[in-house]
């Protein structure tokens, strides 16, 4: 199964492409989209719609995992954020691609055990559980893998989408 991991944001969208089967991962691709703070909010949704459809369209991925906004401490981004993952998830759904949500406390959980987890320790799981070349150093793009990862996980031990 071929999972598109995503982490939005309206600065930048953290994507990962993991093939997953019940024996490994192996993350294919990882990046960004990052998009230009001095353009208007909807120049910058429209960017992000149009690159992720090209990712899609390059890589045909059968399902998506994204995280759900849950809490958010800046109140100045949560709109922002909100409307990049309204864009994420309408692109998803006009491609007939099912899609998984996960909090961050349900990322760490599903990762580590710990839904209390810190950064530092859910990257040392990924590492520890995906085949990779080069595993990306940026957040969002780890933190995509992460969410990749709880889409495989959940399927295995539900054997289907949450």
Do not use: W
């Not at 990046?31 to 899609?56: H, M």
């Not at 406390?105 to 320790?121: C, F, L, M, N, P």
Request: charged residues 25%.
């Amino acid at each position: 199964m071929r999972i598109l991991g995503i982490d939005p944001g309206l600065a930048i969208v953290g994507y990962s492409i993991v093939d997953s089967d019940s024996d490994s991962n192996t993350l294919i691709t990882s990046g960004s989209i990052q998009t230009d703070k001095n353009k208007t909010d909807s120049a910058r949704l429209f960017e992000i719609e149009n690159d992720l459809k090209f990712i899609i369209n390059k890589y045909n991925p059968d399902s998506a995992s994204i995280e759900k906004l849950f809490f958010f401490k800046n109140q100045k981004t949560v709109i922002p954020v909100a409307e990049a993952r309204g864009v994420i998830l309408s692109v998803l759904e006009s491609k007939n691609i099912p899609i998984a949500e996960f909090t961050p406390i349900e990322v760490k959980q599903i990762i580590t055990g710990y839904g209390r987890a810190s950064k530092e320790e859910v990257a040392k799981i990924v590492e520890k559980s995906i085949v990779y070349k080069n595993l990306p150093k940026l957040d969002d793009t780890l933190d995509s893998i992460a969410i990749a990862l709880c889409y495989a996980r959940n399927n295995i031990m539900t054997g289907g989408v949450k």
